[in-house]
Each structure stands twice: as structure tokens, then as C-alpha cells.
T-cell receptor, first 113, second 117 residues
Framework: ELKVEQNPLFLSMQEGKNYTIYCNYSTTSDRLYWYRQDPGKSLESLFVLLSNGAVKQEGRLMASLDTKARLSTLHITAAVHDLSATYFCAVGRTKTSGSRLTFGEGTQLTVNP | NAGVMQNPRHLVRRRGQEARLRCSPVKGHSHVYWYRQLPEEGLKFMVYLQKENIIDESGMPKERFSAEFPKEGPSILRIQQVVRGDSAAYFC???????????????FGQGTRLTVV
């Protein structure tokens, strides 16, 4: 059974600081996603990572994937208050499961002024 | 270019009633996935459907829950005799049919927030 673990689960940081959220998964996968969720809202797709060594950046967020280590990271640079949200990583399972995703528990990020 | 549409957005049911949640996929998508999110938790896969077929229902409780995706019309997630523990946000996602393309992204709807009182 595929397991996805994120850490930390709660992260409180000051504006301007850098930090990294980690996502470990237990079995081989062919794709990894990062989503953002604001309270009471749906999921906003941030990144799709499809291959070993993939790195994608959007604004203050950068995601990377190491398929050998089964690890993805979401790096936050110079955090701002608007980044406060819950961040989920999700892993695509096997080819026979279509686009089914297994989600991590989420990292609740609070950026303080 | 409408995305995944779910309705209702909020649903309140008394214990023992039935809840019906609807999901209209992105136009042209024929794969639908339902996920449940309990408060303060991540999303948990429930069921994966294609038109008129249930492909994978391994995440769905064996009793009281059922799902369908008819040839015409939206996908329906049905919960019979709801209990308080069913209170959650239910998200639907759809993805396109493209043979041998496994890296397609699932597009999520806004969710239905079910409250059982």
C-alpha cells in the first residue's frame, strides 16, 4: 500500500524566512503533485513533477523530486503572509489506477508578519 | 471552459437521511474520482469511475456508500442513512481519456461540504 508522509505537519514562520516541506512516499511512482488549499476551499494545483531530478519554480515556491530517494521537497523562499495555507503533496500510484492520487496529511503553514 | 462542477456546495442532513452529491466533470473527461477530506486531514481516495463502470472502489466504505457515473449526466456519490462521522468535504476530480498517457493531471472541483446534524 502506498503511503505518503509529509513533514512538518505544522509550520509557523516569519515573513522573509526560508523553509522546506518534505514529502516521502513508500513505493515507486510516476508522478508527484503539490497542491495548496486555503480554508474552506478546493485544491489549487501548484506543481506536477514527472521525472527524477525534476525541479519547478513559481514565484517563492520551488519543488523538486528525487525518485530514487522517494522524496519531494517544497522550498519556500522569503515567505510572505499570502503563502499561509495548507500544502499537500500527492503521489500517482500505478498505471492501472489512472489518475488516482494518494495524499499526504498536509502541512499547515502560517506566515507571521 | 468550465472546470469540474460539484453541487451542492454545502449540504446539511439529519442523521438517517440520504445525501446525494453530484459531480460534472470537465467537458471531454470520462474519468471521475471521489475523495473525502475529514476536518484537519488530507484527502482520502474513495472511488474511481469511468462512464458506466466502477474501476476501483477500494477506498469506499462497504455499507451505505455508492457511486455511479452514468452514460449521460453527472457522477453521483450517494450516502444512505448518514451518520455524524460522514460529515466531511467531498471532492470530485476528473481527468481526460488519453491512451497510454499516465501523467495527466486530475482537476478538482470545489467540493461539497456535508454536515450531518
Amino acid at each position: 500500500e502506498l503511503k505518503v508522509e509529509q513533514n512538518p505537519l505544522f509550520l509557523s514562520m516569519q515573513e522573509g524566512k526560508n523553509y522546506t516541506i518534505y514529502c516521502n512516499y513508500s513505493t515507486t511512482s510516476d508522478r508527484l503533485y503539490w497542491y495548496r488549499q486555503d480554508p474552506g476551499k478546493s485544491l489549487e494545483s501548484l506543481f506536477v513533477l514527472l521525472s527524477n531530478g525534476a525541479v519547478k519554480q513559481e514565484g517563492r515556491l520551488m519543488a523538486s523530486l528525487d525518485t530514487k530517494a522517494r522524496l519531494s521537497t517544497l522550498h519556500i523562499t522569503a515567505a510572505v503572509h499570502d503563502l499561509s495555507a495548507t500544502y499537500f503533496c500527492a503521489v500517482g500510484r500505478t498505471k492501472t489506477s489512472g489518475s488516482r492520487l494518494t495524499f499526504g496529511e498536509g502541512t499547515q503553514l502560517t506566515v507571521n508578519p | 471552459n468550465a472546470g469540474v462542477m460539484q453541487n451542492p456546495r454545502h449540504l446539511v442532513r439529519r442523521r438517517g437521511q440520504e445525501a446525494r452529491l453530484r459531480c460534472s466533470p470537465v467537458k471531454g473527461h470520462s474519468h471521475v474520482y471521489w475523495y473525502r477530506q475529514l476536518p484537519e486531514e488530507g484527502l482520502k481516495f474513495m472511488v474511481y469511475l469511468q462512464k458506466e463502470n466502477i474501476i476501483d472502489e477500494s477506498g469506499m466504505p462497504k455499507e451505505r456508500f455508492s457511486a455511479e457515473f452514468p452514460k449521460e449526466g453527472p457522477s453521483i456519490l450517494r450516502i444512505q442513512q448518514v451518520v455524524r462521522g460522514d460529515s466531511a468535504a467531498y471532492f470530485c476530480a476528473s481527468s481526460p481519456v488519453r491512451e497510454l498517457v499516465w501523467n495527466t493531471e486530475a482537476f478538482f472541483g470545489q467540493g461539497t461540504r456535508l454536515t450531518v446534524v
